[in-house]
């Protein structure tokens, strides 16, 4: 299978069985319209709009919504109302630029309740930072695979939807055969630093409205699609050591590699991963 | 004569009133049993139909769940990587 890759969304974009540039211009729409760094992206206008109520593009629209249902499908846990809790964890511009150290802001639990969606127009009191990037690289990913016309797959740094089998590489060693959907992989390995004194991250606990102290390092997770693996393995993540059993509750293979470098893998996983798929 | 002729006159309005009343309740009960028989479940001829949901509300749970992939042991080396970005 050749592969082509590129870099976009701060992670490097590796596809097959498609044009790049096909890709490129899906992942560059969807970051120039969410970018929280860039200050002409919608998302930093409509944060930085001093208006209780504004138009959004439909573009804007259907991402809020898509975050609006992520956060109902798990529990309020992937949360699109905590960039001002990123903020707070010292993440305030692209990553290769953050500072070593410094103070750690006010902590900033969920505002979900204030976001209203009514058509085009959005309802949010002014100063409620959105963060949609939870679930825009997932629906950038997937917008790409739609596109796949023979077998390949369209990642981004790793989180990737396939047309037809792939074999990808696992946290921790291993690797696994992603026969259709998703595969996502959230974690602290890649992007953490210091604040405080202590070590923050981005994936954002909306109940304290900090970076979370779960056990794992790495969650990664296989769904129908790259955005439901994504949200699945933020919120088995954020769910500390419930997160192995709330994924069997919910039918999702996924494997945790703890802060040690252990292994665990829900029940779906173990067995699929051990057994031959049937001839089909 | 005259009283006979009465007589006959109120047996008459009688035997009519009679005969509408039977016509009405003949009427009314027809028309009960015919909606008994069609709306009240306890006494359709026609098998009982399982409760559904509506379908639009089928499609709005659906979409609010999360949805497993499939996955199965590798058989070659991995062209990509998985990891937290």
């Given at each position: 299978m ?5 870099r ?5 974009i590796?596809?097959?069985?498609i044009e790049?540039e096909?890709v490129a ?6 970051e120039?319209a969410?970018?929280?760094?860039l200050?002409?992206?919608e998302l930093?206008q409509?944060?930085a709009?001093?208006r ?7 573009l804007?629209?259907?991402?809020l ?5 992520i956060a109902?499908?798990?529990g309020g846990?992937?949360?699109p109302t ?9 993440y305030d511009r692209?990553f290769p630029l953050l ?7 006010p902590a ?5 309740g204030?976001v209203r969606?009514?058509?085009l127009v959005?309802r949010?009191?002014p100063?409620?930072?959105l963060?949609?990037n939870g ?5 950038a990913?997937?917008e790409?695979?739609?596109?796949l ?5 369209v ?6 939807a396939t047309h ?5 590489g696992l946290p921790g060693?291993?690797?696994?055969r992603?026969l259709?959907?998703?595969?996502a992989t959230?974690?602290i ?8 004194g202590e070590?923050?991250h981005?994936?954002i ?8 102290r779960?056990p794992w ?6 769904g ?5 693996a994504?949200a ?6 954020l769910l ?5 059993g709330w ?13 040690e ?5 829900t ?5 699929d991963?051990r057994e031959a798929?049937?001839?089909? | ?11 008459r309005r ?8 039977g016509?009405l309740?003949?009427l009314?009960?027809?028309v009960?049993f ?7 479940p306890g006494h359709t001829?026609h098998?009982?139909?399982p409760?559904g949901?509506?379908v639009?509300f089928?499609?709005a749970v ?9 996955v ?10 998985s990891?937290?970005s």
């Amino acid at each position: 299978m050749n592969t082509h890759s590129f870099r976009a969304m701060g992670c490097e974009i590796v596809v097959a069985g498609i044009e790049p540039e096909e890709v490129a211009a899906v992942f560059l729409r969807w970051e120039s319209a969410f970018s929280r760094f860039l200050p002409q992206s919608e998302l930093s206008q409509v944060n930085a709009s001093p208006r209780p109520a504004l138009p959004v593009s439909p573009l804007f629209a259907r991402a809020l919504r898509v975050a609006q249902r992520i956060a109902g499908a798990t529990g309020g846990l992937v949360d699109p109302t905590l960039g001002e809790a990123i903020e707070s964890a010292g993440y305030d511009r692209d990553f290769p630029l953050l500072r070593e150290d410094g103070e750690l802001g006010p902590a900033a639990p969920s505002r979900l309740g204030e976001v209203r969606l009514d058509g085009l127009v959005l309802r949010r009191p002014p100063g409620l930072l959105l963060d949609l990037n939870g679930v825009v690289k997932a629906l950038a990913v997937d917008e790409a695979a739609a596109a796949l016309r023979r077998d390949g797959f369209v990642s981004a740094g790793g989180d990737l939807a396939t047309h037809g089998p792939v074999d990808v590489g696992l946290p921790g060693g291993g690797s696994i055969r992603v026969l259709r959907g998703g595969l996502a992989t959230s974690g602290i390995s890649t992007r953490s630093w210091r604040r405080g004194g202590e070590e923050q991250h981005h994936l954002i606990d909306p109940r304290t409205g900090r970076p979370s102290r779960s056990p794992w390092a790495q969650v990664t997770v296989s769904g129908a699609s790259c955005l439901d693996a994504d949200a699945a393995a933020k919120a088995a993540f954020l769910l500390g050591a419930d997160g192995p059993g709330w994924l069997d509750e919910h039918g999702l293979p996924g494997r945790f590699v703890g802060r040690e470098g252990k292994i665990v893998e829900t029940e779906l996983w173990a067995r699929d991963a051990r057994e031959a798929a049937p001839c089909t | 004569m005259a009283s006979e002729s009465r007589i006959e006159r109120a047996r008459r309005r009688a035997r009519a009133a009679k005969v509408a009343l039977g016509a009405l309740t003949t009427l009314v009960f027809g028309v009960a049993f015919v909606g008994a028989k069609t709306h009240a479940p306890g006494h359709t001829k026609h098998r009982a139909r399982p409760l559904g949901a509506p379908v639009s509300f089928q499609q709005a749970v659906r979409r609010s769940a999360l949805r497993g992939g499939q996955v199965a042991p590798p058989v070659q080396p991995p062209p990509v990587v998985s990891s937290s970005s």
